[in-house]
Nanobody, 126 residues
Framework: QVQLVESGGGLVQAGGSLRLSCAAS????????MGWFRQAPGKERESVAA????????YYADFVKGRFTISRDNTKNTVFLQMNSLKPEDRAIYYC???????????????????WGQGTQVTVSL
């Protein structure tokens, strides 16, 4: 079956960096667009970034532009989220998701995605 396993979360001071990874198995990874979402306590899950099958196009939420970078390695079935200049408001559970559909128009919509990971906690202290 399809599995998406996130790692790399943790506790970091404001201004610090973390690199999240999401390892995929049970699917032909290169055929899937990938997204990162996050969910803070009491809030809805929101799109952070997304990347197309080949990695040729990336998309970002306005609140992470210039700070976060999404990338993928199709030889390792892994998608990454490099997070720099972290802020306390970035605190959330971060999820990766995979979709066989085109993400160009609907990458922000959780309904676009077929598979989800369990999430990894990111906490940013002052």
């Amino acid at each position: 079956q399809v599995q998406l396993v996130e790692s790399g979360g943790g506790l970091v001071q404001a201004g610090g960096s973390l690199r999240l990874s999401c390892a995929a198995s049970g699917l032909t990874f290169a055929n899937y667009g990938m997204g990162w979402f996050r969910q803070a306590p009491g809030k809805e899950r929101e799109s952070v970034a997304a990347i197309t099958w080949t990695g040729g196009n990336t998309y970002y939420a306005d609140f992470v532009k210039g700070r976060f970078t999404i990338s993928r390695d199709n030889t390792k079935n892994t998608v990454f989220l490099q997070m720099n200049s972290l802020k306390p408001e970035d605190r959330a559970i971060y999820y990766c998701a995979a979709t066989s559909k085109s993400i160009r128009m609907y990458y922000r919509d959780i309904r676009t995605y077929d598979y989800w990971g369990q999430g990894t906690q990111v906490t940013v202290s002052l």
